[in-house]
């Protein structure tokens, strides 16, 4: 681990991902703590993923909202990439709901009403953000709600670096125009806050969890169940709101920002003094001075009896599966590897007769080789066209192990492929 960067003294490493790797650091200057966030070296030559770093530093640093992580600096060192951040204490959102489950109301209401007014905030800048997720919301010890990561985020006067019909997201957040490469604006946004909205709500994400086989075309094809059928003591209006946000077609949701987070407001109390009681309530719940786990008795076993609870949620799920239909044509779900290597493997029938088609998303990124031969690095445009047959897909990244998947398109087939490395 490097001992220091710049004017930053490195004390540890806080996590890796596909991308980036992250390390808590002292800014000497100034002896405060931050967060560094350095590019991978093995992507520090791929101009894209160069490109889109710096974009995510600038469009960060160039909003100043209470519930926008800050951005400090941004540099090349030693041909490596930096940005130093404000140093987060507390959880991610995604952390939270993993340990308890589903959220109260009043605290579901209020985080996702200052979500809300952030990516507002970003919207009337042109922005928009294009990966809303729980594990991009962080909950501090002081009860920040800050939004986090705009690595793939839309600026406005920067020239696209993805072509018309590609898919970059988080498959389990991203809207149906967005899974399907469409251009997008606030109301994608929308539709993700609504995603999370409903994990807050029900402790289980609408259209499938990580590694669950058909999320992205319940997505594009299934309306969720009721977030009251996860836990009774979501308000009816609360549940029609949620619902809105996850309509299919743009124009049926909230169609700005501001507008959602007006209506989440409504649930809450009037007087900010009780508002705040409610939500410091909350925070000593995620983080408590002491307590098995991190948790009282009485949260641990409320917690033990909603995982009780999820499992026989999935046994009748699994016991009720049926065929589901993507844009007025049936949905075939092939064969998944046996080593379950792929995320899912969907088909639907493509008007043009004689022509075979794959599409490919990758999470986070990888070179793509067809039947041995290299073809390009995630994201690609288009979907790839293909003779009917079988063929060998394989996907390779610096970090993460490889892949390898083989498939048989039928004539005038379109099959989308979701690839999830490093699970």
Known sequence: ?????????????????GMSTIYLAIQKSLDRRVAIKELLPSLKTDTEMVERFKR???????????????????????????????????????????????IPVEATVTIASKAADALHYAHQRGIIHRDVKSGNIFITHKGEVKLTDFGIAYVPGKSPLTQPGITIGTPEYMSPEQIRGEKTDPRSDIF????????????????????DEDVVASVLGKKPKSPRKLNREVPWRLHR?????????PERRFQTMEDLKIALERFLPKKSEDRTRAF????????????????????????????????????????????????????????????????????YTHKGQGNSFVKIVVYPWAKVSIDGKYVDTTPIAGPIRLKPGEHTLSFSHSTFKSKTLKIVLKPGETRFLTVKLGS
């Not at 681990?1 to 991902?17: A, D």
């Not at 408590?288 to 046994?315: M, W």
């Open 192 to 211: 993700s806050l609504g995603v999370v909205l409903y994990e807050m709500l029900g402790g289980r994400r609408p259209f499938g969890d990580d590694g």
């Open 1 to 17: 681990m490097k001992k220091s960067v710049g004017n930053y003294q490195i004390l540890k490493e806080l996590g890796k991902g």
């Open 56 to 102: 995510e530093a600038k469009a960060s640093a160039s909003m100043a909202h209470e519930g926008i992580v800050n951005i400090f600096d941004f540099w090349v060192e030693k041909a490596s990439y930096y940005l130093a951040m404000e140093y987060l204490e507390g959880k991610d959102l995604g952390e939270v709901i993993d340990s308890m489950g589903p």
């Open 280 to 347: 410091s309530s909350f925070l000593e719940t995620i983080f408590p001075k002491g307590g098995e786990d991190g948790l009282s008795p009485a949260q641990f076993q409320r917690k033990r009896r909603i995982s009780l609870g999820y499992a026989l949620i999935v046994l009748i799920a699994l016991a009720s599966a049926s065929l589901m239909y993507l844009y007025h044509e049936k949905v075939d779900f092939s064969s998944l590897h046996p080593r379950g290597l792929i995320e899912k493997i969907q088909y």
């Open 241 to 249: 709101l949620t619902m809105k946000c996850l309509q299919k077609r």
